[in-house]
């Protein structure tokens, strides 16, 4: 059993062995309630914040040895999904920290629990480098930089900093290749300099805010090369998978689970909507009855393709141990198609809702803004298809995203 807050700020225990979707439903009701105050906020509702940690959703990929649910990425699809249908801002910070909490298995046992194994509350989240720089002095590296798209990041205990790395002759370290070296600094909260920047259509309860180090002091211990084998110290078969392949399909899950939200409140609206000039409902319309048909196919299609490809990967890896070029290009297939696929079925949803839609007391009009700003993220890139494209046609896929 893990120690966790509860709703009331009181501790309470969650267990590990329990099932994190189950968990992620209990919570649906608090999430569609306090959804408009994250958007007014721009940041997680202290509610919501309490409710993820009473059920210990921000570990559910985290090892079990660290107090995680330590599930498969078709059980965190599930979650995202569940989460983001009720709350997008919460699915997706909840994505992010999951993909961060994957470092677990790159840093020292003695750090990992000082982040995630000692603080029932404990988070780590980072944002993209702007501009960074780790100089490397004895024991470790003194850090300046400047970091964007920081989500979920006021609400974490810990905060990465990606950071290309300066040797002592002023230099930058590179691979054998020639390519520059990051690494990821790990850092407590109390150290960063947030600025507020976080002013977007969509997706404004993340607070995906921008965040400063100025010559901090951070350990060897507390950095991590992400993803690198020589540097995992956790050899069980998931880590097989990266932090890609937790966006990949965790902010697919965001999309699908907005979309879920969007079509489920639309036949719940067809139930007594008359639309003007018409005596029947919405739910007496032939168009209607095809066009629902038709999208719940297109959006569950998307989910089982991308259930499918884990499933795939994951079979791979008990075979094999390791991925292979097909299972990566099948999972970024599966993931940046089930993002293109979600954004029309919210679109269709949003459409076919009329009028009711555009009012901003109306749940449509912010899930429609949520869904354009997590199609607008790296994991939807439609250049990604090109890639999947030359792996079909024989050729190499040259791309930094599989």
Not at 42 to 64: E, F, S
Not at 158 to 176: R, T
Not at 182 to 210: H, I, K, N
């Amino acid at each position: 059993m893990n120690a966790a807050i509860d709703l009331n700020g009181q501790f309470s225990s969650f267990d590990p062995a329990a099932d994190p979707v189950a968990k992620a439903q209990s919570i649906f009701a608090i999430l569609r309630a306090e959804s408009p105050k994250t958007d007014s906020l721009n940041q997680l509702t202290p509610t919501i914040v309490d409710a993820l940690h009473a059920h210990g959703l921000y570990r559910t990929l985290l090892p079990k040895s660290l107090n995680g649910y330590g599930v498969g990425l078709q059980t965190f699809v599930k979650v995202i999904e569940t989460l983001a249908s009720g709350d997008a801002s919460t699915g997706w910070c909840v994505c992010q920290a999951s993909g961060c909490s994957m470092a677990a298995a790159y840093v020292d046992n003695e750090v990992a629990r000082k982040i995630w194994g000692d603080d029932p509350r404990g988070v780590l989240a980072w944002g993209f480098q702007l501009q960074a720089r780790a100089k490397v002095v004895p024991g470790g590296y003194e850090v300046t930089g400047h970091w964007g798209f920081g989500s979920g990041g006021h609400h974490a205990t810990w905060m990465g900093a990606h950071c290309h790395i300066e040797l002592p002759d002023g230099s930058l370290l590179k691979d054998d290749n020639g390519n520059l070296i990051e690494r990821t600094m790990m850092v407590p909260q109390a150290a960063l300099q947030w600025t507020p920047t976080w002013d977007v259509v969509g997706l404004r309860g993340t607070g995906s805010d921008e965040y400063r180090l100025e010559n901090v002091f951070v350990p060897q211990a507390h950095s991590v090369r992400r993803d690198i084998d020589a540097e995992r110290r956790i050899n069980e078969p998931f880590y097989q998978f990266t932090t890609t392949s937790a966006y990949s399909t965790g902010f697919a899950a965001v999309s699908m689970g907005i979309a879920r939200g969007m079509l489920d409140d639309l036949k719940a609206l067809a139930q007594t909507k008359k639309p003007s000039h018409t005596a029947r409902t919405l739910r007496d319309s032939p168009v209607m009855h095809h066009l629902v048909a038709q999208n719940e196919a297109k959006l569950r299609s998307a989910r089982a393709f991308v259930l499918e490809a884990i499933a795939e990967a994951e079979e791979t890896i008990r075979q094999t141990g390791t991925l292979t070029i097909e299972n990566k290009v099948m999972m970024r297939l599966a993931t940046t198609s089930a993002i293109h696929r979600a954004k029309e079925v919210a679109e269709f949803a949003y459409h076919e809702a009329g009028a009711t839609a555009i009012f901003a007391s109306n749940p449509f009009e912010r899930r429609m803004r949520d869904i354009h700003a997590s199609a607008q993220q790296v994991q939807g890139r439609t250049a990604h298809l090109e890639v999947c494209g030359q792996y079909f046609l024989g050729l190499q896929p040259a791309a930094r995203h599989l």
